[in-house]
């Protein structure tokens, strides 16, 4: 980016940068220790992702905060003004994916005690693996103002969704063979879901890269391949 004239625009601008990079660092190990908490039933690293949430929450008002003042001081333009607006918009989404995360690591609370086949689970760990390389790709993008790398990851969401319906459609064979697995299952299937809206927060942040970059938006139909609502319900009696 080119400097300003006024150098305190520019510290301005990259203490905004600073914070985004730390929000998508807490925002990746939240998602990778709610998981690894989910795999190893490890009830201290869950409660150790749902500590970390407020820093998330305050880190996010704090750049939102600034990202006005900024607007209030500088009246930016064109890329300038993108850049704060940015700002805004990803330190959101870095926000949700957290709330998310948290939310995986509430669910590994509450099956603490009531774990099964771990080969249940391995579905799961393999769409949060995709799915935290999907996340690192898009704030290295950010980072790296790569439009090309951020439309990449904009492009792989719709693979990010055919898997989640795969794994749906395997959790609900699961809970129809045997009643027993329903409770279970249901939790997972909720962490999934969880994992696939994450995949949905790094295209919103790709979105946002494209136009920071360019000045123009992505296309509002994302490729989308989540066949879910289509698949029978459970039948739980």
Same mark, same amino acid.
């Given at each position: 980016m080119a400097e300003h004239i006024v150098s305190s625009f520019d510290k301005e601008l990259e203490g905004l940068r600073a914070?985004?990079?730390?929000?998508?660092?807490?925002?990746?190990?939240?998602?990778s220790d709610s998981v690894d908490a989910l795999v190893r039933r490890d009830v201290s690293l869950a409660q150790s =992702?749902?500590?970390? @949430?407020?820093? $998330? @929450?305050?880190?996010?008002?704090d750049i939102e905060e600034?990202? #006005? $003042?900024? #607007?209030?001081?500088?009246?930016?333009?064109?890329?300038?003004?993108?850049?704060? #607006?940015?700002?805004?918009?990803?330190?959101?989404? $870095?926000?949700?994916?957290?709330d998310l995360a948290k939310n995986c690591a509430k669910r590994v609370l509450a099956l603490s005690d009531g774990f099964q086949?771990?080969? #249940? =689970? *391995?579905? =799961?760990?393999?769409?949060? @693996? +995709?799915?935290?390389e999907q996340l690192k790709d898009v704030l290295d993008a950010y980072a790296q103002h790569d439009v090309a790398q951020a439309d990449d990851v904009w492009q792989r969401d719709g693979s990010i969704d055919a898997i989640y319906t795969s *794994?749906?459609? %395997? +959790?609900?064979?699961?809970?129809?063979?045997?009643?027993?697995n329903i409770s279970f299952c249901?939790? +997972?299937?909720?962490?999934?879901?969880?994992? %696939?809206r994450i995949g949905d927060h790094?295209?919103?942040?790709? %979105?946002?890269?494209?136009? $920071? =970059?360019?000045?123009?938006?992505?296309?509002?139909?994302?490729?989308?391949?989540d066949r879910t609502a289509t698949l029978p319900e459970v039948d739980a009696a």
């Open positions: 914070s985004i990079a730390e929000m998508g660092g807490l925002s990746e190990k939240m998602l =992702v749902i500590a970390a @949430d407020p820093r $998330l @929450d305050m880190l996010q008002r600034r990202a #006005i $003042l900024t #607007i209030a001081r500088r009246q930016p333009l064109a890329v300038d003004l993108r850049e704060v #607006i940015a700002a805004i918009r990803i330190s959101g989404d $870095l926000e949700r994916i957290g086949s771990q080969k #249940i =689970v *391995l579905g =799961v760990e393999n769409i949060a @693996d +995709l799915v935290s *794994l749906f459609r %395997e +959790l609900l064979t699961y809970m129809m063979e045997d009643p027993r249901a939790h +997972l299937l909720f962490c999934a879901k969880n994992i %696939e790094t295209t919103n942040i790709a %979105e946002t890269i494209h136009y $920071l =970059v360019t000045g123009v938006s992505l296309p509002t139909d994302r490729p989308k391949n």
